[in-house]
Nanobody, 121 residues
Framework: QVQLVESGGGLVQAGGSLRLSCSAS????????MGWYRQAPGKQRELVAA???????NYADSVKGRFTISRDNAKNTVYLQMSTLEPEDTAVYYC???????????????WGQGTQVTVSS
């Protein structure tokens, strides 16, 4: 059974930094893209950043220049370094991973449990 476990959320003042981590565990054939979505109260879930196995990266315009996504393929872990945080960044952050299991020939999307990030003004 595949699990994604997140850590690193919390409360921070505007202008501060936080680092989120998300590790995938279980029996897997391969992991393709990994990344982060967020959902603020009353808003739709939105893509924050994504990174492929080869290192191609995509950011939401609202976080470009402030957030950095990276991954450690050997550890099946993706990170999100968030700097210069703004109150508008307050949300539940969810990591995801596109994973191929040993028993399937397609990629399935798995989600973490979510971690709260609160930025105070």
């Amino acid at each position: 059974q595949v699990q994604l476990v997140e850590s690193g959320g919390g409360l921070v003042q505007a202008g501060g930094s936080l680092r989120l981590s998300c590790s995938a565990s279980g029996t897997m054939f391969s992991i393709n893209a990994m990344g982060w979505y967020r959902q603020a109260p009353g808003k739709q879930r939105e893509l924050v950043a994504a990174i492929t196995t080869g290192g191609s990266i995509n950011y939401a315009d609202s976080v470009k220049g402030r957030f950095t996504i990276s991954r450690d393929n050997a550890k099946n872990t993706v990170y999100l370094q968030m700097s210069t945080l703004e109150p508008e960044d307050t949300a539940v952050y969810y990591c995801y991973a596109k994973i191929r299991l040993m028993t399937r020939a397609v990629l399935d999307v798995y989600w973490g449990q979510g971690t709260q990030v609160t930025v105070s003004s």
